[in-house]
């Protein structure tokens, strides 16, 4: 079976609303895709701003589950009105997701918790002077 | 210059009003003699329940029918006068001219008519009672027993079945101390038998609803066509609890847009029972110990599969009761029949014994036997 990327695919929405308090529309989204992998989260908001006639940047999807035997997925979706409330009421993640957050820098893990587990040793301003770990040898 | 029909119309209007006008006045006229003479009308000790329903439904409507009129005039509900007395005092004056005053009086008047409907519905046994007898007389044919007036509740007989008890355990108590002696009450020597704790024991001796008439616990009486429509399988969502569940998740997720945060283990499972779903099995796939792909004839058949070996009559009693009818012989007439009982039932599905139907070709070489047969007798 090919896996054909041009084929056509069907976006239904259901359950809309339109949620004024978080200035924005709701709806759950129904992508029928025959003979084709799941949908990139990218394209189907291309698609849906076509259709809702707004930029892609407002139109935030997720939640997307593919039912048993492919052809089908189910997500959600949400249309902001304006980017200022976008950025208001999105969580971290998809801000990050869709590019308008910048990730926090990623620290090292292990280095954060060897540096706690050496503080939990000493008591008041000791806990600055011994941040390094001790010097082997010398 | 008025036109021929109105002239006519008030005419007849002006005469219809001195008949009515007329009529009302000859009423007033019985009524006052009636007053006068007799003691029907006399109010001083008071009036009926009854009568005073009817009593106060007038003063009502009354009121109700002044109130629209004044309303239709333009007059506000506001102006009333303060009452002078309150509503128990037994000389308290008429309420004032305001339409507020009226509106005072409606209430007062709904208040008493549900008041009296209590107590009439307390009263109402005796009034039937009463009423009957006046209808019909004192018939004295008429059976004790259909007549559904004949019987009412009889309280006093409870208290002479509570005294009765009192009095038997008084005795025996007393008799029981004067020997000094304790002795243990006379009965037959049984088994003991451990009392099984009936949640799940109950629960799994029963015989186990077939599971192509389960699904009608739970079917919805206001989408009547999802049953009927689908024949042997029913809806899967509906089919075993777990797809009820895995059901129930969905819908939440969709209405509340989000996805459930679930472990590795529990997306897992999910993700085996749906497919389970969509393919037309139960949807108890993860459920069982033993994750061998295939072996599932509990979920489909476990009504058929736990029903061998049991009676029509279920479940007798303890484990001892069932032994003992077990071990016993049949009545000589259940012995005598060629036929059991169970046979009866396995046959059902033949129709019945089934009869050697002759078919025409059958009947056709009978006939050709008989007439060979013939031939070679005669010839013989």
């Known amino acids: 079976m090919q896996a054909d990327n041009s084929a056509p695919v069907t976006i239904r929405t259901r359950k809309f609303i339109t949620n004024r308090l978080l200035a924005r529309r709701q709806f759950v989204v129904d992508v029928l895709h025959p003979n084709r992998p799941n949908v990139s989260k990218a394209e189907l908001s291309e698609r849906l701003a076509s259709i809702y006639k707004t930029e892609k940047d407002r139109v935030v999807t997720f939640g997307f589950r593919t039912a048993f035997g492919g052809g089908r997925s189910t997500g959600f979706g949400l249309i902001y009105d304006d980017e200022a409330s976008q950025k208001k009421f999105e969580p971290k993640y998809r801000l990050i997701r869709s590019g308008l957050a910048v990730a926090p820098p990623k620290t090292n893990r292990k280095l954060r918790k060897e540096r706690k587990n050496r503080a939990k040793k000493l008591r008041g301003t000791k806990k600055a002077k011994a941040a390094e770990p001790p010097k082997k040898g010398k | ?380």
């Open chain 2, 1 to 380: 210059m008025p036109s021929e029909e109105n002239v006519q119309a008030f005419c007849d209007l002006l005469d219809q009003m001195k008949v009515s006008m007329s009529a009302a006045r000859d009423i007033v006229k019985t009524l006052r003699e009636r007053q006068s003479t007799t003691h029907e009308l006399d109010a001083r000790e008071g009036i009926s329940l009854l009568s005073l329903k009817h009593h106060m439904m007038l003063s009502y409507l009354q009121s109700l029918s002044l109130l629209t009129a004044r309303r239709a005039i333009g007059h506000s509900l506001a102006e009333r006068s303060a009452p002078e007395a309150p509503f128990s005092a037994k000389d308290r004056p008429a309420r004032g001219d305001g339409a507020g005053d009226r509106v005072d009086a409606m209430v007062e008047a709904r208040v008493v008519l549900e008041k009296v409907k209590v107590l009439e519905g307390r009263m109402k046994y005796q009034i039937d009672k009463l009423v009957r007898t006046a209808e019909e007389g004192d018939s004295a044919t008429k059976n004790i027993a259909n007549d559904p007036l004949a019987f009412r509740p009889n309280p006093q007989a409870l208290m002479d079945q509570g005294s009765e008890d009192e009095d038997e355990e008084g005795g025996s108590i007393a008799g029981d101390d004067r020997d000094g002696i304790y002795r243990p009450p006379k009965l037959a020597p049984m088994p003991y038998v451990e009392p099984s704790k009936s949640k799940d024991k109950d629960r799994s001796r029963r015989a186990p609803v077939p599971s192509a008439l389960a699904n009608l616990a739970h079917l919805d009486p206001s989408k009547p066509y999802m049953e009927s429509t689908s024949g042997l399988g029913s809806t899967p969502a509906l089919s075993s609890g777990r797809a009820r569940e895995l059901k129930r998740i969905n819908e939440f997720e969709e209405e509340n847009f989000t996805r459930l945060v679930m472990k590795k283990k529990d997306a897992r499972r999910r993700a085996l029972d749906e497919a389970d779903i969509a393919l037309g099995g139960t949807g108890m796939v993860s459920a069982r110990r033993g994750r061998v792909p295939g072996v599932g004839l509990d979920d489909e058949f476990g009504d058929i599969i736990k029903s061998v070996g049991r009676t029509r009559k279920g479940v007798l009693g303890d484990g001892y009761e069932e032994l003992r009818q077990r071990g016993k012989k049949e009545s000589v007439l259940a012995r005598s029949k060629a036929r059991s009982r169970d046979d009866a039932f396995d046959d059902l599905g033949d129709d019945g014994p089934r009869q050697r139907k002759r078919s025409r070709f059958e009947k056709e070489v009978k006939a050709a036997k008989k007439r060979t047969n013939s031939k070679a007798s005669r010839r013989a």
